[in-house]
């Protein structure tokens, strides 16, 4: 598995930690902001980062933060040539919503004021979550854990071929999975879930599942 690359695309100057886990899991981080599809690598890392133009999926400005659109284009490319290609993909926090709208979902612009406080914060925030019994994420981890959080966007409707596979309070999903292509991605950051505590995640589990993946 070792010196299996990974293509890495997140936001410039922040992309350390996303590298360290990736090599942590035995892979070679190839990172890069707004990079071109690069079918050398194995699979894709999604990172991070600002919100999505609202414009992608079909919706007006009702809450999203200043898009940024030349990330937005590089990485819904990305993650259609790695569709297209069948590697696997993993995304992260704004990742995961990259994924839901690059396959035709759409999002919540902002959680309100009742959800909101429980996911965004100066810092992360600790919130547990239920997981789908045979989802990637209750292999690695069980039932019910608890993860970070620092985001205030969510997923609404899913994308063609995704499956809710992880929620928390107020019904906000977590998880994301492909019935059938090795594709996951997971609303918290991996990368900083190194709290000690047997209810709590270990993210290094899903970098190995990429790795692993991109591998096979």
Known sequence: ?????IQISGPRGRMERYEAAVRGAGGLPVAGFCPQPDLTCGGLLLCGGGDLSPTWYGAEDCGSGPPDPERDRAELALVRAYLAAGRPILGI??????LNVALGGTLIQDLGDT???????????????RTVPDSLLHQLWGGYILVNSA?????DRLGGGLRRTAWSEGGVTEALEHTHLPVAAVQFHPERLDRPGEDTANGAALFRWLTARAAS
Not at 1 to 5: A, K, L, N, S, Y
Not at 93 to 98: A, H, I, P, S
């Open 93 to 98: 926090c704004r990742g995961l919503q990259v």
């Open 115 to 129: 959800l909101r406080p429980f996911h965004q914060g100066e810092q992360d925030l600790w919130h547990p979550i």
């Open 151 to 155: 985001h205030h966007q969510a997923v």
């Open 1 to 5: 598995m070792e010196g299996i690359r």
